[in-house]
């Protein structure tokens, strides 16, 4: 920074101390506007989460986080005082974003309803990245430019605080200055049609009508991460975790099929109560390759989902891998999930079965368009594009699922095939998703178990949950 820019921020700064200084405690409508900030908040951040706010004012959106682990920097000292006040467990400093330094890193910095006040967007973006480890998760808010003339008009009619004179930023200017910065979007949400409470119908408009309508949303929410280095870690170890119903003419194909990767690859068969002798093959499997590093079980409840989460419970890797004992999903291709988690790219890997072309008996015409569809519906849920949610390959670190599994109980035991419990679970806690397209092949044994009319009618009540979880909130 050149020390004729450094003097323009200084005096910036100073200008923005001095208003808020003297600027009196927010009233009531500001309050409002706050508390439904803070709901969404609520439903972005663990409750064991530490918090960092960046230009935290008076402590008003910190007070109502459910998280105690709070931390609040604001150059404002009349400021400071208030949230010393009004959140008393609460750690603050005088500081202004630009110039943070703290000797201490975060799960979540708040930058809420501050950039465009904020003299120099970039250098805060770059600071804290000072205070963040790989796994925090930068939650900014700001208020969309469609709303710039009425609420001008109510700061005019005096319904609204005054504020000093600000920037206007687009979604697109806070996009590209995050990447100068190195920070990675996660996913971006559209909130609030009415910024205050009005007797409870405030809050209901922002529950169902602003999901439908983004494009009239007062305020953008954008979760970010850093972004992450180029270079490959050190080799991590897998687990294969190879669900099988009726799938004994695949198995030995899905041990030689599938490569080492990392650090070291176990497989773990899990067996759901077949009919044609797949038990007895993975036994038999299991003694005939002795160099293959092989874990069986039998699963003790019924569906994938609960195969999937016993496997997982038995498996010891650093990245856990669901693999289909149809192979419909080539096991060759697993290597590229691999490589996605391992150089931190992104957080949670998904199978995409609708990019390359496809053995013609592969996929039904009503399948396919079924898949798409949920695609569709799922990407709109999750704020993250998914272009395929029923491919059967899911690929995650374990610390991640073990996040998943912590946080379970926000949507309980809902899902039998176990694919959406994972995919809901890391939309949740804002897990970077990444869609991996394979090549899709036709089955060459046994059937299919899935039922297309019955689990396409419980596949739609699973998105009718999940939108009441994650959307109509």
């Not at 979604?171 to 910024?195: C, I, Q």
């Not at 068969?269 to 002795?290: C, K, M, N």
């Not at 594009?385 to 949507?411: E, S």
Request: proline share 5%; with cysteine.
């Amino acid at each position: 920074m050149t020390s004729a820019l450094s003097s323009l921020v200084a005096a910036h700064l100073e200008k923005m101390r001095q208003f808020y200084e003297s600027a009196p405690p927010p009233g009531r409508a500001a309050c409002s506007y706050r508390a439904e900030l803070a709901h969404y908040y609520n439903l972005l951040i663990p409750a064991e989460a530490r918090v960092l706010e960046v230009g935290c004012g008076g402590g008003e959106l910190l007070a109502r986080l459910r998280t105690r682990d709070v931390t609040g920097v604001d150059f404002s000292a009349a400021q400071i005082e208030r949230a010393k006040a009004r959140v008393p467990h609460g750690r603050f400093f005088v500081q202004a974003g630009e110039q943070l330094a703290l000797a201490e890193t975060f799960d979540v910095i708040i930058v809420s309803d501050t950039l465009n006040y904020v003299a120099d967007v970039q250098a805060l973006f770059e600071r804290l990245q000072t205070v963040a480890t790989p796994a925090t998760r930068l939650l900014l808010n700001f208020q969309s430019n469609l709303w710039r003339p009425l609420l001008g008009l109510g700061r005019t009619l005096g319904l609204s605080e005054k504020s000093p004179e600000s920037s206007w930023l687009a979604a697109s200017d806070v996009l590209n200055l995050l990447a100068l910065a190195d920070w990675e979007p996660v996913r971006r949400e559209h909130r609030l049609l009415s910024p205050l409470a009005l007797g409870g119908v405030g809050r209901n408009i922002n529950r169902w009508f602003a999901p439908l309508l983004p494009v009239g949303c007062l305020t953008d929410f954008i979760v970010a991460r850093p972004r992450p280095a180029t270079q490959m870690p050190a080799a991590l170890t897998v687990s294969v975790v190879i669900p099988a119903r009726n799938e004994a003419g695949n198995i030995e194909a899905a041990v030689r099929r599938t490569p080492d990767m990392g650090a070291g690859t176990e497989l773990i068969f899990v067996e759901g109560h077949s009919r044609d002798g797949t038990w007895a093959e993975i036994q038999r499997v299991q003694r005939a390759f002795p160099e293959r590093k092989i874990k069986i079980l039998q699963q003790t409840g019924r569906g994938k989902g609960n195969a999937v989460r016993e496997g997982f419970a038995a498996a010891t890797g650093d990245v856990l891998m669901i693999l289909d004992a149809d192979l419909t999903m080539p096991p060759e291709e697993l290597p590229k999930f691999y490589d996605i988690i391992a150089s931190g790219r992104a957080e949670f890997a998904n199978g995409v079965r609708l990019v390359y072309p496809m053995d013609e008996r592969a996929m039904q015409f009503l399948n396919l368009c079924a898949n798409k569809t949920f695609g569709l519906l799922f990407t709109w849920l999750i704020g993250q594009p998914l272009k395929d949610t029923l491919c059967g390959t899911k690929v995650l670190r374990r610390a991640h699922y073990d996040r998943i599994v912590a946080n379970r109980a926000y949507f309980g035991d809902f899902d039998p095939f176990g694919d959406f419990d994972l995919l809901f679970g890391a939309g949740k806690l804002n897990l970077k998703i990444a869609d991996v397209p394979i090549r899709y092949r036709e089955r060459t044994y046994g059937e299919t178990n899935i039922q297309r009319w019955r689990h396409g009618w419980l596949l739609l009540r699973m998105v009718w949950f999940a939108a009441r979880k994650l959307k109509f909130v």
